[in-house]
């Protein structure tokens, strides 16, 4: 599975220029890995793109038995293959929402990894993930015909559009 994925290297990096780390832009530049993050004020916690070091801690979260009960996407048992695909996966769509960035403003999160960053020391220590997902089953609503149109009006909604489900 993970032999015809394209190597990647294991830090999505922004040029300091880039319009999302202006004075406008949002995101800080991690000086000693070009990285873009968002500080959690008030926590030790920042939010960074995903890494290729984050593989085994993916495999090791999403099997854990006090989080597999509730998890429903990935599949099981989650192995080392899936979490580098879904790693390709996700750093493609965190570079096209920075490549994006300037042309269509926020499209997505293109910093979803959680990180922890310890007073005095280089290096931060992997949490988990955060993602947003739009609704898209709408299983409550029991008529068919109801829950088609709900479905597809919440597909046809722009990003950003404060009415998403």
């Known amino acids: 599975m993970t032999d015809s994925l394209p190597a990647v290297s294991p830090f999505l990096t922004l040029p300091s220029s880039h319009p999302s780390l202006s004075s406008a832009g949002p995101f ?3 000086p000693l890995t070009s990285e873009p993050y ?3 004020p008030g926590t030790s916690l920042i939010l960074t793109p995903s890494r290729s070091s984050d593989i085994p801690h993916r495999v090791a979260l999403l099997t854990s038995p006090s989080v597999d009960p509730f998890v429903f996407s990935p599949p099981r048992p989650y192995t080392t293959d ?4 879904r790693f390709h996966t996700q750093r493609s769509d965190e570079q096209d929402i920075f490549d994006a960035w300037e042309s269509k403003g926020v499209t997505g999160l293109p910093v979803g990894t959680i990180r922890e ?3 005095g020391e280089t290096k931060d220590r992997f949490v988990g993930e955060l993602g947003f997902l739009k609704e ?3 299983h409550e609503i029991r008529d068919e015909e109801e829950r088609k149109k709900a ?3 919440n597909k046809s909604k722009p990003p950003g559009d404060p009415s998403i489900l």
């Open 28 to 30: 800080l530049l991690n």
């Open 82 to 85: 899936h979490a580098t695909e």
């Open 151 to 153: 479905i597809e009006s």
């Open 136 to 138: 898209t089953g709408f």
């Open 117 to 119: 960053r310890r007073e």
């Open 38 to 40: 968002l500080p959690i």
